[in-house]
């Protein structure tokens, strides 16, 4: 079988729904287990804080994307300096803690991974490519990482 030059994913329920945030695999970083990587990723925009246990706890990972992307919350000063390397730190746990996950992202052999979505064009392509697809190109540096 070969590997498609570009593999596009989003939602979790979707052909390569184990490359979302939202896929059901928990993580452990901080000392912690965290239910999916976008509960991690999400609660540390309010790391130390009340705020990022909440998170953690939230029952699913929309539920944890909802409460992060809350406004009501003051966000880290340092975010937008820091989410990038929070987000590679998400990533690489889940595929390296997963034996499972890690044999799929590997069989995604050198295709390019996008996040195909209207939704976002800062972690994904904007639908329409003009987005910075930042998870697709993280993907593909664990994927080079854990080769």
Not at 7 to 17: D, Q, T, V
Not at 45 to 51: R, Y
Not at 95 to 108: G, K
Request: hydrophobic fraction near 35%; aromatic fraction near 10%.
């Amino acid at each position: 079988m070969t590997t498609p030059a570009t593999i596009n994913f989003y939602l979790k329920s979707g052909e390569h729904g184990y490359l979302s945030n939202f896929s059901p695999h928990r993580v452990f970083l901080k000392g912690k287990n965290w239910p999916t990587s976008e509960h991690y990723f999400q609660a540390q925009k309010f790391a130390g804080t009340p705020a990022e246990e909440k998170i953690r706890l939230a029952i699913t990972a929309r539920e944890a994307a909802n409460l992060g992307r809350s406004r009501k919350l003051t966000l880290r000063r340092d975010w937008e300096s820091v989410k990038v390397n929070i987000m590679r730190e998400a990533v690489l746990a889940k595929f390296s803690q997963h034996d499972d996950l890690r044999e799929l992202l590997l069989a995604t052999g050198d295709a390019r991974l996008i996040e195909h979505t209207a939704n976002d064009s800062f972690w994904g392509d904007g639908g329409d490519g003009s987005g910075k697809n930042w998870l697709g190109r993280i993907l593909m540096e664990v994927r080079g990482q854990l080769a």
